[in-house]
């Protein structure tokens, strides 16, 4: 059965790579994010930390922190806001996976977010790549 669902991410892994429109920042962008956890039926919210967001899409990002979250026991969710244009934003999701680099980890995020949300992303993802060019 564990067979099963590592294909089924490996799979899922390397179609979002394949995404039509993610964007990886030259400079990664700060961030920040807090966790949000079920606890005795109540909806917690941990203290808000920084992270460097390395890429984003309508999707999900890859994010960077000095945290160690737990991979495997997805009990809760993620709410990275960040800054792009001016305009602040959120995006509600899990962290899939993990990698470990010098005194940091790297995670990707996938995104649970409505249509309306992703739209928010993709027009200012859009609008900073022009901005991007212009200089």
Same mark, same amino acid.
């Given at each position: ?42 909806? *917690? ?45 959120? *995006? ?28 928010? *992303? ?14």
């Amino acid at each position: 059965m564990i067979g099963v669902y590592y294909i089924k991410w490996v799979i899922d892994v390397q179609y979002k790579r394949h995404e039509s429109f993610r964007y990886t920042f030259q400079e990664p962008e700060l961030a920040t994010y807090k966790l949000i956890i079920e606890k005795e039926g109540a909806m *917690v919210e941990t203290k808000q930390s920084d992270a460097l967001v390395l890429n984003l899409s309508p999707n999900g990002a890859r994010i960077k922190t000095t945290l160690d979250l737990p991979i495997q026991e997805r009990k809760y969710l993620l709410e990275l806001q960040l800054n792009l244009n001016g305009t602040t934003f959120s *995006v509600l999701g899990i962290p899939v996976w993990k990698r470990r680099e010098i005194n940091q980890y790297v995670y990707g995020i996938e995104a649970l977010e409505d249509q309306k949300t992703k739209q928010i *992303v993709i027009n200012e993802l859009k609008q900073f790549v022009n901005s991007r060019k212009k200089l």
